[in-house]
């Protein structure tokens, strides 16, 4: 199931992320971006499995350059059992909530990330030829138009 995030399920997942790596500076580093993530972002989906557990949180951020455009990113998380069709479909759900608020959802995703693209491919994103980033990592531009999700339509 997905629902918006709340509160709580975020300090859950904070409060078991730090239980279970020890909370390193590293681990504390992602943990502020994941946190830094849900601040900026209008809507976030967790998904959950059918014990309740979160296993994946996924939102978008509006683009500094374009506000009408969101910056896709999604983070799994350890209860994720390994059902990719079910998360293929978590992610459609999101996405088709997430360009009701946004015209288009994109990101640049690294080609060593097959799986990230694999799903984005599946959740009905156009993949594009890498290309070189500044910081010279090979990377895909990612996207969907709201027009591409049956019944979605951007916010005016």
């Known amino acids: 199931t997905i629902h918006p995030t709340t509160a709580q399920d975020v300090a859950n997942i904070v409060i078991g992320?730090?239980?279970?790596?020890?909370?390193?500076?590293?681990d504390g580093d992602?943990?502020?971006?994941?946190?830094?993530?849900?601040a900026v972002s209008p809507q976030v989906w967790t998904a959950s499995n059918a014990e309740g557990d979160p296993v994946a949180l996924i939102g978008a951020a509006p683009w500094t350059q374009d506000s009408g455009r969101g910056r896709l990113w999604f983070v799994?998380?350890?209860?994720?059992?390994g059902n990719e069709a079910d998360l293929t479909m978590v992610m459609r759900l999101s996405v088709a909530e997430m360009l009701q608020v946004f015209?288009?959802?994109e990101n640049h995703v690294s080609t060593e990330k097959a799986w990230a693209l694999?799903?984005?491919?599946?959740?009905g994103f156009t993949i594009?030829?890498?290309?070189?980033?500044?910081?010279?990592?090979?990377?895909?531009?990612?996207?969907?138009?709201?027009?591409?999700?049956?019944g979605a339509r951007p916010a005016d």
């Open 17 to 26: 992320h730090a239980a279970w790596t020890g909370d390193s500076d590293e």
């Open 30 to 38: 992602c943990m502020d971006a994941l946190l830094e993530a849900c």
């Open 76 to 81: 799994i998380l350890s209860a994720y059992g």
């Open 103 to 105: 015209a288009q959802l």
């Open 118 to 123: 694999g799903l984005m491919r599946d959740a």
């Open 128 to 150: 594009e030829p890498a290309r070189p980033s500044p910081d010279g990592v090979q990377r895909h531009r990612v996207w969907i138009d709201a027009g591409a999700v049956n």
